[in-house]
């Protein structure tokens, strides 16, 4: 099992839509949670940390499941400009953060 | 605000050949890394300095070496330059080790 795993997708979802991913994690000791966002050909940026149960951040939540160890991303009223690839990032401690490879999200007008 | 700023942005190579990729920070972050961002492997970890005089290897040194120069600097070299290496190498820096990274607009390398 990968030490973190996200759906590729694309996900595409038309504007206005609400559309969650989820991050799976393996390593129970992970203590901090991230999403960034990275749109193509450009760096990733920093979008949403998680330490407890979740966060919020105006159209964007992020809720942590520990139980069933995966992250969740929740967007609400999907943008145009929302479209970009998601990538969730796992502190497992042991010196060591590790990324997902990425969930695609396109917005259809 | 600049935030971190790393060059080139483009480089060609021909296998053997070394060259060193830059990296600088304003943030005045204690630890900074480099990243290798590949098709379908997501970003891996090369080498990384949690703190100003100190670099340690991540998942995939191999190839490469560091220097933590000062704080706001921290450069990557490849001595010998190899088609495995081409890739898109991203600079990040963090005020908490492994916490919040803020990443460079990435250099695009290819080696030939």
């Known amino acids: 099992r990968k030490e973190v795993e996200q759906d590729p997708g694309p996900f595409n979802v038309p504007e206005g839509a609400t559309v969650a991913f989820n991050c799976t994690y393996s390593?129970?000791?992970?203590?901090?949670f991230f999403w960034y966002r990275q749109d193509c050909r450009k760096e990733p940026k920093l979008l949403m940390s998680?330490?407890?149960s979740g966060n919020e951040d105006g159209r964007f939540t992020a809720q942590l499941n520990r139980a069933s160890q995966y992250i969740s991303l929740l967007i609400r009223d999907s943008k145009l400009s929302d479209s970009a690839t998601y990538l969730c990032?796992?502190?497992?401690?042991?010196?060591?953060?590790?990324f997902g490879t990425g969930t695609k999200l396109q917005v259809i007008p | 605000n600049a935030g971190v700023t790393q060059t080139p942005k483009f480089q060609v190579l021909k296998t053997g050949q070394s060259m060193t990729l830059q990296c600088a920070q304003d943030?005045?972050?204690?630890?900074m890394y480099w990243y290798r961002q590949d098709p379908g492997m997501g970003l891996r970890l090369i080498y990384y300095?949690?703190?100003?005089?100190?670099?340690d290897k991540g998942e995939v040194p191999n190839g490469y070496n560091v220097s933590r120069l000062n704080k706001r600097e921290f450069s990557l070299r490849l001595e010998s330059a190899a088609p495995s290496q081409t890739s898109v190498y991203f600079c990040?820096?963090?005020?908490?080790?492994?916490?919040?990274?803020?990443f460079g607009s990435g250099t695009q390398l290819s080696v030939l």
């Open positions: 990040a820096s963090s005020a908490v080790f492994n916490e919040k990274l803020f």
């Open positions: 998680v330490y407890s």
């Open positions: 990032a796992v502190n497992s401690g042991y010196q060591k953060v590790t």
């Open positions: 300095s949690a703190s100003e005089g100190t670099t």
């Open positions: 390593n129970s000791a992970s203590q901090s």
């Open positions: 943030m005045n972050h204690n630890s």
